[in-house]
């Protein structure tokens, strides 16, 4: 069994910065991508970003230039330095991870329990 655990999420002002983590554990042979999604208020859950194990990169429009994804590859853990934070960047943020697990080998995604983020003006 895999399991995602967020951290980092809470209040920042317009303009201010958050850091959020999301640690994988469990019986795990390999990680091929982990990355963020979030939910805003009465709205859909949406793609933010994520990161491949070739170290390919993907942001969505709405926070390129602002969000950095990175991952400690030793920890598997994944992190999203959020900067210039705006109010519609309010939001529960999840962590996804496509992770391939052993006995039998196969592919898995896997979810965290989100975080949330909320932004004031």
């Known amino acids: 069994q895999v399991q995602l655990v967020e951290s980092g999420g809470g209040l920042a002002q317009a303009g201010g910065s958050l850091r959020l983590s999301c640690a994988a554990s469990?019986?795990?042979?390999?990680?091929?991508?982990m990355g963020w999604y979030r939910q805003g208020p009465g709205k859909q859950r949406e793609f933010v970003a994520d990161?491949?194990?070739?170290?390919?990169?993907n942001y969505a429009d709405s926070v390129e230039g602002r969000f950095t994804i990175s991952r400690d590859n030793a920890k598997n853990t994944v992190y999203l330095q959020m900067n210039s934070l705006k109010p519609e960047d309010t939001a529960v943020y999840y962590c996804?991870?496509?992770?391939?697990?052993?006995?039998?080998?196969?592919?898995?995604?896997?979810w965290g329990q989100g975080t949330l983020v909320t932004v004031s003006s």
């Open positions: 996804n991870a496509v992770v391939v697990v052993p006995t039998p080998i196969r592919v898995l995604e896997v």
């Open positions: 469990g019986s795990i042979f390999s990680i091929r991508a």
């Open positions: 990161l491949t194990s070739s170290s390919s990169t």
